[in-house]
């Protein structure tokens, strides 16, 4: 056996990022070269890094929920479900990491192995340390990368908002409730129950 010390992943992610660059000097190749390396979840935003929160058994599971309903939807019709962390490009020096993000045709030139330049849905579960990352700023960035979809999953508000774009900005599709059935309007008799979706181990 090899008397040779090595460092746990934790403690490489905190060298990592202690050799970063300045807030608002990060570019492009730096954060794909952190993210390639890091186990932590990390976007990118016009030279600065965010850092996203780890998420919690709940949040697992209603997105796993959400994954499997997906998957069996589009790879039916020749389609590509994938859960994060995936990197979806925005544009030049903006990147997301979706919880989930599909594209019907898993052919689609924007399918990258290393990132994807764009999807037909994504979906967030939203994390209770900033909500306006998922209401706000997301949706301007989902909308500027043109995806036809984005689902704003709530355990806090006990709902499902679906947001469809038209031209360049999203129109409030609806919001539904925990007794409802939320219904998406990119795939065609795509339904699921909100009570379902935010509680699939069946609790409270």
């Known amino acids: 056996m ?8 934790q403690a490489a992610d905190a060298i990592l990022l202690d050799v970063r660059p ?16 890091c186990t932590r979840l990390v976007e990118f935003a016009d030279g600065c890094l965010e850092e996203l929160p780890l998420p919690t058994d709940r949040h697992q599971s209603i997105l796993l929920y959400l994954f499997r309903r997906f998957d069996e939807r589009v790879r039916a ?6 859960v994060g962390p ?11 990491e979706p919880d989930l993000l599909l594209l019907r045709d898993a052919r689609d030139s924007r399918r990258q192995n290393r990132f994807w330049l764009g ?18 700023r997301k949706r301007q960035d989902y909308a500027e990368a043109k995806v036809s979809e984005y689902w704003i999953v709530d355990p806090q508000r006990d709902e ?12 409030d ?3 539904y409730g925990i007794q409802e059935i939320a219904s ?5 008799g795509f339904t699921l129950s909100v009570a379902e979706a935010l509680n699939p181990d069946g609790n409270s």
């Open 2 to 9: 090899s008397d040779t010390p090595t460092t746990s992943q």
């Open 22 to 37: 300045q807030q608002g000097r990060w570019r492009e190749s730096d954060y794909l070269w952190l993210t390639d390396r």
């Open 77 to 82: 019709e020749g389609g590509v479900a994938l």
């Open 86 to 96: 995936m990197r979806l490009k925005i544009r030049d020096s903006r990147f997301r």
């Open 119 to 136: 999807a037909d849905l994504v979906v967030e579960v939203v994390s209770p340390d900033d909500p306006d990352r998922d209401y706000i």
């Open 160 to 171: 499902i908002n679906i947001l469809s774009l038209a031209q360049d900005q999203y129109i």
């Open 173 to 175: 599709q609806g919001t």
């Open 184 to 188: 998406s309007s990119l795939l065609e």
